[in-house]
């Protein structure tokens, strides 16, 4: 890392005719390692330095198990939901006029700004017996709040601006001609979506879900509300390593975060790739 | 135009449409217009005046300047960070460009309570650094600099994620041109650079502002809890909650939501000037 920064060599420097690369690459390196780098390497050593066998036997406990699978469980429903809602959401903004348009698109990024703290609130009190939504629930006999429903729907509404956001822009690249060839061949509209519309996006709707689902492991401030966090029922991992830091218990916190860092790098990676594909098929189908 | 939308072809029927931004509508309508619109409606339940008092706490009003504090020393380091790190990879080529990259957004993937564990385990008093900490006296974690870290580390790609991308599609000429004539970097960088990409810089400083205000897991993580001390916005609306203080907590959820709002519409008006 440092090579590159230092590295200002005569034959380099020679074809760089803008100046401010190493104050640039600098700051950033600097930036980088200190904000990003020397933290996430802490947990590392930190991981390290309880060994395999005791890192296995805190991720093993029967109540470290119960919330990674509460938490994947959750995560899955919350982007299978986004996975449809999400692409009808950038479908209907892209190739539809209607009045309001402008609003509804502004309203897909309120799960961005809003804190998640907020949402979470919100979300609780909404579904709860007073709220708004919970009595309308209740009368059909479904229970949200406290529920492993009520998880995935805090992490459904902080993660369906990853959906929307990445498949729009493909869908407004896209070629018409295409669509329209297949409409003059006599193929019907579901048809003309099925196969030619969806597999143009299939790359950018992929690593949005993947996006969503990686969010939705970590997420936290709104999940903390309403899933009433019953260890065995309804916590969730983010939720377990926080205890067990309020325990002091930081082996046990640093293994569970070990494992979300892992799967979040993991997500992070399977995304990058998805977007390059992406990016490639975009220039192919243009 | 050739772009003439799908739906004006003859191929779809005007009912499928209509059914389709139904749907989309009402969703959005029930999932997300909803809890933003109930934030309000329950912040002002029991009247103005019970609101003002709640805003007028003492706790409350030293967790709105705490999370003030802390956007403003975030969100100036962030917008200087984004701008070295868009200027060093969009106008020049070395080794290890993609993979610094790629570093870059880690913040966007890791989350929030995993950041706030990471700097526990360096700074905490458990942690690497703890001893050394400890010794010289300094407290980062379950105080401001802790805060203000871990705010760092969670809006670090905000403002570098918009104007990267936008500093690659225009290239370098402006500013190899701008060499010739003999004009030093700062002023490459105010006269040509800044004016081309100042709509998306503070549209990137202004999520930025949004997400360090609105901060929760990590910041809850490094905090402390401490009431009055360490408490921003974010952790007293949950404080207030748990009090089972309903009320309360709306009304300082709301001055939240009131920002995020603000950052929505300064967004929308910003996108419609970087179209144009």
Request: proline content about 5%; charged content about 10%; aromatic content about 10%.
């Amino acid at each position: 890392m440092t090579t590159a920064a230092t590295n200002t060599g005569a034959p380099i420097r020679a074809k760089r005719v803008l100046p401010g690369f190493t104050l640039s690459l600098g700051t950033t390196l600097l930036y980088m390692t200190f904000i990003v780098l020397i933290p996430v390497i802490a947990l590392i050593l930190k991981g390290a330095e309880i060994g395999p066998g005791g890192f296995w036997r805190i991720i093993s406990s029967p109540r470290a198990v119960a919330a990674f699978q509460i938490t994947l469980t959750a995560a899955l429903i919350a982007t299978a939901f986004n996975a449809i809602y999400g692409l009808l959401m950038a479908w209907v903004l892209v190739r539809y006029e209607f009045r309001g348009k402008r609003i509804l698109d502004a309203l897909m990024d309120v799960p961005f700004a809003l804190p998640t703290a907020v949402a979470g609130l919100s979300l609780t009190a909404l579904f709860s017996a007073n709220g708004w939504f919970g009595p309308v629930l209740d009368a059909m006999g479904i229970q949200v709040v406290y529920t492993i429903w009520g998880i995935a729907l805090a992490m459904a509404f902080t993660s369906v601006p990853f959906v929307v956001r990445t498949v729009q822009p493909v869908l407004e690249d896209m070629d018409p001609a295409l669509e329209q060839a297949a409409l003059t061949l006599g193929a019907p509209p579901w048809a003309i979506f099925t196969r030619v519309v969806f597999p143009a996006i299939l790359p950018a709707w992929l690593a949005g879900c993947t996006t969503a689902f990686a969010r939705s492991l970590g997420e936290f401030g709104a999940i903390v509300f309403i899933a009433g966090n019953l260890p065995f029922r309804t916590e969730i991992a983010a939720l377990l390593a926080y205890i067990r830091l309020e325990e002091f218990d930081y082996n046990g916190a640093a293994a569970i975060a070990l494992v979300l860092l892992a799967f979040a790098l993991v997500l992070l990676v399977v995304s990058n790739v998805l977007q390059a594909w992406a990016s490639r098929h975009r220039e192919a189908s243009r | 135009m050739t772009t003439a939308p799908l739906g004006q072809l003859p191929g779809q029927t005007r009912r499928d449409e209509r059914i389709l931004i139904g749907v989309a509508v009402g969703l959005t309508l029930l999932f997300i217009a909803a809890p933003l619109v109930f934030i309000f409606a329950r912040a002002f339940s029991q009247g103005w005046q019970v609101y003002a008092a709640n805003i007028l706490h003492p706790a409350t009003l030293h967790a709105i300047w705490l999370t003030t504090l802390v956007a403003i020393i975030v969100v100036p380091v962030n917008v200087a960070f984004g701008i070295a790190a868009a200027w060093a990879v969009a106008k020049h080529r070395f080794p290890g460009r993609g993979i610094l990259v790629t570093l870059i957004e880690i913040p966007f993937s890791i989350s929030p309570i995993i950041a706030g564990i990471c700097y526990l385990l360096l700074y905490g008093r458990q942690g690497i650094l703890g001893p050394w900490l400890q010794a010289n006296d300094l407290q980062v974690v379950f105080a401001l600099p802790g805060i203000v870290l871990v705010t760092m580390f969670v809006t670090a790609p905000f403002v570098a994620r918009e104007v990267l991308p936008l500093m690659q599609a225009q290239g370098s000429e402006q500013e190899q041109a701008a060499v010739t004539l003999g004009a030093n970097g700062w002023q490459i960088f105010t006269r040509v650079t800044l004016p081309n990409i100042k709509w998306a810089l503070l549209y990137g400083a202004v999520l930025c502002t949004a997400r360090a205000v609105g901060e929760f897991g990590g910041v809850s993580v490094v905090s402390g809890n401490i009431r009055g001390q360490t408490n921003t916005l974010p952790l007293h609306v949950e404080l207030l909650f748990n009090d089972l203080n309903a009320v309360g907590a709306f009304a300082a959820a709301s001055t939240l939501t009131l920002i995020a709002v603000v950052a929505l519409v300064v967004k929308t008006i910003l996108e419609g000037r970087r179209q144009s």
